[in-house]
């Protein structure tokens, strides 16, 4: 069963404006990370933000915001101000507690086009 | 050493060689996971270590995939008689602790791009 589902598989945003990029979730542990991820088109991947279930707040990392809603098992991330160095593809990616640690899993991907 | 390494970077096989795929991770760091990533895709999960015991072998495709990390900190992911659709990147990511774990992100190398013929 699909644990992380990312839904948009391409965006587009102008630059300068703001993005959400839409993740949902699926866990039955009381306990866990949620990251986001950005992997330009040099392959590497780049940690931006995390987001722990029991944090009441929303996380923010400079221009990065996580938009967590437990609930309803969602955690969009928002970028503000978009710049033409966010075109990528960015990553939601869940951790939980597997037998004997902590797994990651990751959903499939969104790729972001920012528009000059 | 400063990050995570991985060799070699590009790996081209005929279909049936076997082959292995080499990671290094972020020194000190106790965990150690291997992904698959197809283009355009996800990082799938493979399988994982904590220290040199693997915990989650639930993600190798099949038993001609096996990863061992005999001393806790090198691993080596090995796939026997290769087949075309083994074909993709092959990401190693280490993180640096075991417990109150969920916080911790992982670090990735470079990967090794597998292409079998």
């Known amino acids: 069963a699909q644990k992380i589902t990312q839904t948009q598989p391409g965006m587009f945003v102008q630059e300068k404006e703001a993005v959400t990029l839409d993740c949902t979730y699926d866990t039955s542990d009381q306990s866990y990370g949620l990251f986001w991820y950005k992997q330009p088109s040099s392959g590497e991947m780049i940690f931006l933000i995390y987001?722990?279930?029991?944090?009441?707040q929303n996380a923010t990392e400079g221009r990065y915001s996580l938009n967590f809603q437990k609930a309803r098992k969602s955690a969009n991330l928002v970028i503000s101000a978009s710049q033409l160095g966010d075109s990528a593809m960015y990553f939601c990616a869940m951790r939980e507690r597997d037998t004997g640690g902590f797994k990651t899993i990751f959903g499939a991907g969104t790729r972001l086009f920012v528009k000059a | 050493g400063a990050g995570v390494s991985q060799s070699p970077r590009y790996k081209v096989t005929k279909r049936g060689q076997d082959v292995a795929l080499r990671c290094d991770p972020i020194?000190?760091?106790?965990?150690l996971y291997w992904y698959r990533q197809a283009l355009g895709q996800g990082p799938e999960f493979l399988t994982y270590?904590?220290?040199?015991?693997?915990?989650?072998k639930s993600g190798l495709p099949n038993d001609r995939f096996s990863a061992e990390r005999p001393e806790g900190s090198i691993s080596t992911l090995t796939i026997q008689r290769t087949e075309q659709r083994d074909s993709a990147m092959y990401r190693c990511?280490?993180?640096?602790?075991?417990?109150?774990?969920?916080?911790?992100?992982?670090?990735f190398g470079s990967g090794t791009q597998l292409s079998v013929l």
């Open positions: 020194s000190g760091h106790v965990s």
């Open positions: 987001q722990g279930s029991y944090d009441e």
């Open positions: 990511a280490s993180s640096l602790r075991v417990r109150t774990g969920e916080n911790e992100k992982l670090f």
């Open positions: 270590f904590n220290y040199e015991a693997q915990q989650d």
